[in-house]
């Protein structure tokens, strides 16, 4: 029995030891067999083939000067069809043993003796509860028989097999899993890392060395290792953390970090760390992993950059950059809306731009909302804008939708600019252009209707001296009185002629360079004087003109050859539309602020309906048809007296006379 | 031999005495008017041989007036001729279009108003001899 159970003891020594399954197999069954002074000791294997339970002959331990029969074809792939009485006890965990002789198992006994057993002995193997094999021990010298606690004890080195089979099975799950679960891992990118406190010892995983460029065979497994591939910026602060978490003072140990990649780049990890402890509470380990952010923090520099460059753009354009939600609403506004519209930003934000647009622009407004909802965007719309003074400004808008994955509308997206001064230029130069327009078609016609005005003249002309010509054949051409009417004819539109003429060149001068004004200081009174003396005190018909002067004398400064027109005109007009009536009158009134004049005849008047053409170029008065006169006077005069700041209005009656009433400022 | 009569419509009187004088001289009888109205209301008993008038005048200008003329039954056969002292190729072709066929234009020659007289004068009498 001492021998049984050393032999016992170490066949599950072996069992226990043992790394692979044969060796422990082998090992058990062989100290058993030699502590038992056992002929054979072998392990049956069940297998089921064909559906038909079969056994195979495994494992063999044979004494010296026994035959082996491992891998004889007899013991192999037997069906335990062949030995019901086997298989029912065996199956029922009960040990079967006998001598070979009294088996009434026929192929049993032939089997058994084949194999020159005399005695034998079989004990179950159960694996996970299940009928694995079974071990046998045969005895071929003597015709032994078994003692029960002999039985027993190697029924529980079987038993203690089955558990060590079992051991494996679920070591295999587990090598099985571990694979699985290293397979996942280095798919994977997050790399694990560990750290004993105590012993300094470190690992790390395949993803780990992989992430900053390395092979795991590459690196050095160990605590500075990765110390001296952190940014020297974080190291510090990194090692900090950690020391405070396990020490307790924190309870988490995880940020982000740059570690040196194998190339010399930096990227960016995501770290987080476990602190394991023992039974009384003291840290012993670290564990943790990294997680490669590069992507995406890469993604976030970029996303920063543009949104950085937005902005910049936004906010120092003169145009007004606002993003809407998709009812229209405001969902951004740029900082110009304060200097283009009046309001801030945040004023405009969650309102609705129709709260603003002038009421006959709202439909234009409505129609490219819709219109953008299926086109994406639109040409480009003008509208009206309140600014927050309550004017109205004209703006032009550019906008686009804003697409989330290229397929969903999330808003609009605009640019405005304030273009009332363009419009505003725009109207000036229509109006310009149709002045001008109207300048030229005047100038042209003034042209025309001033070479009109000599053909007459000319006409005339011509005519009497053909006239003289003929005459001068004729008798009647000794006539004088003939001859000087044809000459005074002559002389009359020479004359006339030269008027036209004059005012022709002043107006002209006038129109083209604008007449330069030449301020003095004059004595009214005694300027009126020479005047009449110099031209108006040789009328043909005697007569004079009368001049009377009213209120306190003031000096007068304006332009004396403007004032020599315009004088010389009206009192000429005066005289020649009075002829063979009174005489006319000449009235000073020197006013407070300036002097009225007035030019009074007694003549022929001016037809009421006539009175609104009396300075339009080249207006005659029908009843002026027998008196000479260009048409320009008055309308010389008129534009003199604008320049001078002063005033013409006229007054007058059909054959009873005519007022000419002329103000002038002082100054 | 009768003299031609010519009715003369200008508003300016010096040119109607001159043109009177020359026309006098050359055989013409001459009557004068100073505007359309004028010279409508002397043709109302008087038919001359040919009308000339001016363009530019009051009351009645030369356009109006040469309307009238056409307008009436009476007269629409009457030579006429224009001055065309406004010297407006669009009012000349208006009236090309409408049949006015010779205008003569200020200053002119006598010599070259006694031709155009004649031919006036002449078309007509040729025409009512069709």
New interface residues.
């Given amino acids: 029995m001492k021998n049984l159970l050393l032999g016992i003891s170490n066949a599950n020594n072996h069992l226990l030891k043992e790394n692979s399954i044969d060796d422990a197999l082998n090992l058990c069954i062989a100290s058993i067999g030699k502590s038992q002074e056992i002929d054979r000791c072998y392990i049956f294997k069940n297998e089921t083939e064909d559906g038909i339970l079969k056994l195979y002959y495994v494992y063999e331990w044979c004494n010296e000067g026994v035959d082996s029969f491992l891998g004889s074809p007899e013991l192999n792939g037997v069906s335990y069809d062949d030995f019901p009485g086997l298989y029912k006890t065996l199956v029922n965990d009960e040990p079967l043993y006998g001598l070979v002789k009294e088996s009434d198992n026929k192929l049993f006994v032939e089997t058994m003796e084949m194999q020159g057993i005399k005695s034998y002995l079989f004990t179950p193997i159960f694996s996970e509860n299940k009928f694995w094999g079974w071990i046998g021990y045969d005895d071929c010298k003597t015709e032994r028989i078994w003692i029960e606690e002999e039985v027993n004890v190697l029924h529980t080195v079987a038993k203690n097999i089955g558990i060590r089979l079992n051991q494996d099975k679920t070591n295999a799950k587990l090598e099985n899993h571990l694979e699985q679960f290293d397979f996942y891992l280095k798919g994977s990118n997050q790399g694990m890392w560990e750290w004993d406190i105590i012993t300094n010892k470190t690992v790390f995983s395949y993803n780990w060395a992989g992430m900053i460029g390395y092979n795991l065979d590459e690196i050095e497994q160990t605590y500075e290792f990765w110390k001296k591939n952190v940014h020297p910026d974080e190291i510090n602060q990194i090692e900090l953390d950690l020391m405070n978490y396990i020490q307790g003072k924190t309870d988490s140990y995880d940020g982000v970090m740059r570690m040196k990649h194998k190339k010399g780049h930096y990227v960016w990890v995501k770290h987080s760390g476990l602190v394991i402890k023992n039974i009384v509470g003291e840290p012993i380990k670290v564990i943790g992993t990294h997680i490669d952010i590069s992507e995406i923090k890469e993604a976030e520099r970029q996303l920063e950059l543009s949104e950085e460059k937005f902005r910049f753009i936004a906010e120092n354009t003169t145009d007004l950059i606002t993003q809407h939600f998709n009812d229209g609403t405001f969902s951004y506004v740029s900082n110009s809306s304060k200097e283009i519209i009046g309001y801030k930003p945040e004023e405009l934000i969650y309102r609705s731009p129709y709260d603003f647009i002038h009421p006959d622009d709202l439909q234009i407004m409505q129609n490219a909302h819709q219109e953008i909802a299926e086109k994406l965007k639109i040409k480009p719309l003008t509208f009206r804008f309140r600014k927050k003074d309550n004017s109205y400004i004209w703006m032009e808008s550019v906008t686009k939708v804003i697409l989330k994955n290229k397929q969903q509308i999330i808003g609009m997206q605009s640019s405005s600019r304030d273009i009332s001064e363009m419009i505003k230029t725009a109207e000036e130069m229509r109006l310009n252009l149709l002045k001008e327009k109207e300048l030229n078609e005047l100038k042209s016609n003034f042209i025309s209707m001033a070479s009109h005005q000599f053909r007459t003249p000319l006409t005339i002309i011509y005519s009497n001296a053909e006239l003289l010509e003929i005459k001068s054949k004729m008798e009647e051409y000794k006539s004088a009185n003939s001859v000087k009417l044809i000459s005074n004819r002559i002389k009359n539109e020479v004359e006339r002629l030269t008027e036209l003429m004059n005012n022709i060149l002043i107006f002209g001068k006038y129109e083209s360079e604008g007449t330069k004004k030449n301020i003095k200081e004059l004595d009214f009174g005694h300027f009126i004087n020479k005047i009449i003396e110099t031209y108006f005190d040789n009328e043909p018909d005697g007569r004079k003109i009368r001049i009377t002067i009213k209120g306190k004398k003031q000096k007068l400064n304006s332009d004396e050859t403007l004032l020599i027109h315009i004088i010389t005109n009206v009192v000429s007009n005066a005289f020649k539309y009075s002829v063979n009536r009174k005489e006319p009158k000449l009235v000073i009134n020197y006013l407070k602020e300036k002097i009225k004049v007035e030019i009074i005849d007694y003549g022929i008047g001016i037809p009421n309906e006539e009175k609104q053409h009396l300075f339009t170029s080249f207006f005659r008065a029908t009843n002026t048809s027998t008196i000479v006169g260009s048409g320009l006077g008055l309308t010389i005069v008129k534009q003199f007296i604008n320049l001078l700041n002063g005033e013409i209005v006229v007054l007058s009656e059909e054959n009873i006379g005519t007022t000419v009433l002329l103000t002038i400022p002082y100054e | 031999m009768n003299k031609k009569k010519i009715l003369l419509v200008d508003?300016?009187?010096?040119?109607r005495?001159?043109?009177t004088?020359?026309l006098t001289?050359n055989n013409y009888s001459v009557l004068t008017a100073?505007n359309g109205e004028e010279a409508l209301a002397i043709l109302d008993d008087w038919i001359p041989d040919i009308i000339i008038s001016d363009i530019?005048m009051?009351?009645m200008d030369g356009y109006t007036f040469y309307e009238k003329i056409k307008d009436s039954v009476v007269l629409n056969q009457i030579p006429f001729v224009f001055f065309s002292?406004?010297?407006?190729k669009e009012a000349n072709d208006k009236f090309i279009q409408k049949g006015v066929e010779l205008f003569i234009?200020?200053?002119?020659?006598?010599e070259d108003l006694m031709l155009l007289i004649d031919m006036k004068i002449k078309k007509l009498k040729t025409n009512k001899k069709h």
């Fill in positions: 508003d300016e009187i010096i040119l005495d001159t043109l004088d020359m001289l100073a530019m009051p009351v002292a406004k010297n407006d234009s200020k200053p002119f020659k006598l």
